[in-house]
């Protein structure tokens, strides 16, 4: 069903949620490094081309082919007023069939987090997965001494499901992580209005 060809472009209150182009490279680049500390103790470590242009291509081309064959969907967030880089998320590992799932990952500058973008994406995102792409189940996960992701994972609807033993090489280190998802047809929490 995916198979999406036209570009996809979500838009928000304060951001446009659009796939990376190759003309991102040096916000991209400088956002991330400026943020490396900020980042770091949160994601995989970076390979040692993370930040070169090269590296860059690469990611809009998987980018580009992933969101053509519907496996996932990767945004870049800009805030409208001044289409400044926010951060990115991504909708990934996206399947089919009986499943009609994804598993949701976000990374935020450091002079942008905790100012509600990444909630207004979250949720930008999840709305986007469960109406147009008609996706049952989102799943996420972080580390479990995340409480600002682990807030935001609920703020969103996404709700706690379990521990992960050893579930991916942060920083360095095998680490579990908390489980969340957020379902379709799950009305716990919500109101008749929500």
């Not at 659009?18 to 980042?39: C, E, G, I, V």
């Not at 996206?94 to 990374?107: C, D, E, F, V």
């Not at 942008?112 to 989102?138: C, K, N, P, W």
Request: glycine fraction near 8%; charged fraction near 25%.
């Amino acid at each position: 069903m995916l198979g999406i060809k036209r570009k996809v472009r979500i838009e928000t209150e304060r951001l446009t949620l659009r796939a990376p182009m190759h003309t991102d490279f040096r916000p991209w680049a400088a956002l991330r490094q400026a943020s490396a500390d900020f980042l770091t103790p949160w994601e995989p470590s970076w390979a040692s081309d993370h930040l070169s242009r090269r590296g860059f291509t690469n990611r809009v081309y998987w980018a580009q082919r992933s969101i053509a064959q519907g496996s996932a969907l990767p945004l870049f967030l800009f805030r409208r007023s001044d289409d400044a880089l926010l951060g990115a998320i991504t909708l990934d590992h996206i399947k089919r069939g009986p499943a009609q799932s994804g598993i949701t990952g976000y990374w935020i500058g450091a002079p942008f987090a905790r100012q509600g973008y990444m909630r207004e994406a979250v949720q930008a995102v999840v709305h986007h997965a469960f109406t147009v792409l008609d996706l049952s189940r989102i799943e996420a996960g972080c580390l479990p001494e995340n409480t600002p992701s682990r807030r935001l994972l609920e703020q969103c609807g996404y709700k706690y499901e379990g521990v992960a033993q050893s579930y991916l090489q942060i920083n360095g280190r095998w680490r579990n992580h908390v489980l969340y998802a957020n379902l379709r047809h799950d009305r716990r929490g919500k109101t008749d209005v929500g």
